[in-house]
């Protein structure tokens, strides 16, 4: 089966902390990858993606096949980085694509 | 424009009303999305259209009819709604991207409409 988990559904870290959201996924195929954010009243939105591997407001993430991950690292969090953290794995369905998501972890980061 | 927009922001209805939620792109996207997100859970696909065409439906219940009258226009009509319909719907376009060599997709989301059903 094709899925995507998250195993923290809650994750506390202080300001300045190192931060590490899991992700792992079951997937037969080359995977697509994604970490959406949802921050408190705003839109869901791309955070990164496995393919470019860029960092994005000091994030990274790394496609490990061997160990079926795609954890999200930040060295040193921030207040503003609580949110709402979703993984998500693109399908292909019927010439149409897809994104299944994990159950989300929610970071709060203490002063 | 780049931005996926949803309205309306909210909306409560009774169980034999009969409403619409609207969603609109102008980014050129030709793949659009409804999902279904119930509080303090991930978004779950509802329907996806693929060049104004339905191309995936999950198993939705009659009640929730999508319509697509153009490549920048998507709507769900709403009807004999239950309470436990009660969630945020959020709309999102795609577009397919390539980078060193490799196809992927990206989802953009709008802001939903909470919807309310007594």
């Known amino acids: 089966a094709q899925r995507v988990t998250q195993p923290e559904k809650l994750l506390s870290v202080f300001k300045g902390a190192p931060v590490e959201l899991k992700c792992n996924y079951s997937?037969?195929?080359?995977?697509?990858l994604f970490w959406y954010v949802q921050y408190s009243r705003q839109r869901l939105q791309l955070l990164l993606r496995h393919i470019s591997r860029e960092s994005i407001k000091g994030f990274t993430a790394d496609l490990n096949k061997g160990e079926t991950s795609f954890h999200l690292k930040k060295p040193f969090a921030q207040e503003e980085d609580s949110a709402m953290y979703y993984c998500a794995l693109n399908l292909r369905k019927g010439g149409s694509e897809k994104l299944v998501f994990g159950k989300g972890t929610k970071l709060t980061v203490n002063p | 424009d780049t931005e996926v927009t949803q309205t309306p922001k909210h909306l409560v209805m009774g169980m034999t009303n009969k409403k619409s939620l609207k969603c609109e792109q102008h980014?050129?996207?030709?793949?659009m999305y409804w999902y279904k997100q119930k509080a303090k859970k991930p978004p779950e696909l509802m329907f996806v259209y693929s060049y104004e065409k339905l191309s995936i439906n999950e198993s939705v219940p009659s009640r929730f009819s999508p319509e697509c009258p153009n490549s920048s226009l998507l709507n769900l009509h709403l009807h004999a709604l239950q309470p436990e319909d009660s969630a945020l719907y959020l709309c999102a376009s795609s577009l397919p991207k390539v980078l060193a060599g490799t196809y992927y997709n990206e989802q953009f989301f709008g802001p939903g409409t909470r919807l309310t059903v007594l």
């Open positions: 997937y037969s195929g080359s995977p697509e």
């Open positions: 980014m050129g996207h030709r793949a």
